[in-house]
């Protein structure tokens, strides 16, 4: 199949129309590819619509963003069916109770498949926004193939990268939204520790570029990519494919998954295998 990993930079928007003329634009660009990823946090753009008062507000900018969850589904469901594409879009605030979660839903030719909640928040989330975590990850048995999500600061903790894997995962995707390049490189680093360990492919994909009307989004560092093991079937770098430092666009790459099972059975090294023997070494004696 086809990826296309985002690298994706939030623009003032002066109308809903404006947003969907621009998601349509970037999907129109990477007409062919079957799977597209957009970044975490990339539905914060939405706050633009109420006002640069709203947009520049903390706690009024969620709720602004997630009051166009409805029309954003459509505008995805719209998409995916016309292109016949799986569409992961760009993640934002619900409300599931009195404080937002941080979502991502994937879409594809049929419909909706399902979304994924952010596990675990950073300092930022959970001491200055207050935007919570929804324990419960979930493996997307897809046409493509087995779909897991970790969105972002979730891919620099292995043992969700597990819990995916040993469901089934084949691809883990990666939204993320990084305000320093440091942080940028913590997820970039997760994400290819969880190819190698569990021997799957996983699609990073950024916000990038400064934004000057929300202090959530103000500073966006990154670049897309696309990573598999370095185990014999990949490239020996790990890195498929992957963009330039801060450029927005799109990185594509042809991907079998085929060969994520000769990885696992056959590769090099064996860390998807050999993982449980971690569990009688680990311990200091």
């Known amino acids: 199949m086809k990826i296309a990993s985002a690298a994706y930079p939030m623009d003032w928007l002066d109308s809903f129309d404006a947003y969907a003329d621009k998601i349509t634009r970037w999907v129109q660009a990477a007409e062919g590819a079957d799977l597209l990823v957009f970044p975490e946090y990339g539905a914060m753009e939405l706050a633009s619509l109420g006002g640069r008062d709203i947009a520049g507000d903390l706690e009024r900018s969620l709720h602004e963003v997630a009051r166009h969850a409805d029309a954003v589904a459509d505008l995805h469901l719209r998409l995916a069916r016309d ?64 779909i897991g999500i970790l969105i972002c600061y979730d ?52 916000t990038v570029c400064p934004v000057d009307w929300n202090p959530a989004i103000d500073e966006n560092h990154g670049k897309a990519a696309i990573y598999g093991p370095p185990d014999g079937f990949w490239p020996e770098t790990g890195i498929i494919s992957e963009g330039e430092m801060d450029q927005p666009g799109w990185v594509f790459a042809e991907v079998d998954l085929n060969r994520v099972k000769k990885s696992r059975s056959d590769g090099a090294v064996l860390p998807f295998a050999h993982w449980p023997e971690q569990d009688g070494i680990g311990r200091i004696k």
């Open 83 to 146: 292109h016949g594409c799986h569409i992961l879009a760009a993640s934002g605030p619900a409300f599931t109770g009195d404080r937002p979660v941080n979502r991502a839903v994937l879409f594809g030719p049929d419909g909706v498949i399902g979304h994924q909640d952010k596990q675990i928040m950073t300092r930022f989330e959970r001491d200055d926004w207050d935007v919570r975590g929804a324990p419960g990850l979930r493996l997307f048995d897809t046409a493509l193939g087995r």
């Open 155 to 206: 891919s620099e903790f292995p043992l969700l990268g597990r819990v995916l894997a040993t469901a089934g995962a084949e691809l883990i995707l990666v939204p993320s939204c990084t305000d320093t390049v440091a942080g940028f490189h913590r997820v970039r680093i997760g994400s290819m520790a969880r190819a190698l360990e569990s021997q799957c492919v996983v699609v990073h994909a950024p």
